[in-house]
């Protein structure tokens, strides 16, 4: 019983995580199927991983860019150059990237959102991964 009541609570800080995020700083979460529907557009989103490089060589989404959090806004200049086109978020979990999404806005990025549960969500629902650099 209370294996299940830390589990309870466990999941209930990661839904409170999120809302936090969505409802009170305004990051804008994005399901895993949203950002599949999204990349076989013609103008597909860029998708920004804040993982550490050896977090992204293991896997990856294909065409994603990395570029580790917390950044400078120089390096984020030097990395993305369209701040009117979509720019998907991803870390592990999506518990690193909100403030990452945050920094962008700050820095000029209109269209932001953040992978809901990042990387774990996206390989749990079948999404497309490449490993290496």
């Excluded at 830390?6 to 990051?27: H, K, P, T």
């Excluded at 999506?94 to 774990?120: C, E, I, Y």
Aim: glycine letters at 6%.
């Amino acid at each position: 019983m209370r294996v299940l009541a830390a589990v309870l609570v466990v999941l209930a800080v990661l839904v409170l995580w999120d809302a936090v995020w969505w409802l009170l700083r305004g990051v804008r979460p994005m399901s895993p199927w949203g950002l599949r529907r999204a990349l076989r557009r013609p103008s597909p989103p860029t998708v920004l991983d804040v993982r550490t490089p050896a977090e992204y060589a293991l896997f990856h989404i294909p065409g994603a860019v990395n570029l580790p959090y917390p950044f400078t806004s120089e390096a984020l200049a030097a990395t993305l150059d369209d701040p009117a086109r979509l720019v998907v978020v991803v870390c592990m979990t999506g518990h690193r990237s909100p403030p990452a999404v945050q920094h962008l806005r700050r820095d000029g990025f209109r269209d932001v959102k953040n992978l809901t549960w990042g990387m774990s969500a996206w390989k749990l629902t079948g999404g497309e991964t490449r490993s290496g650099k």
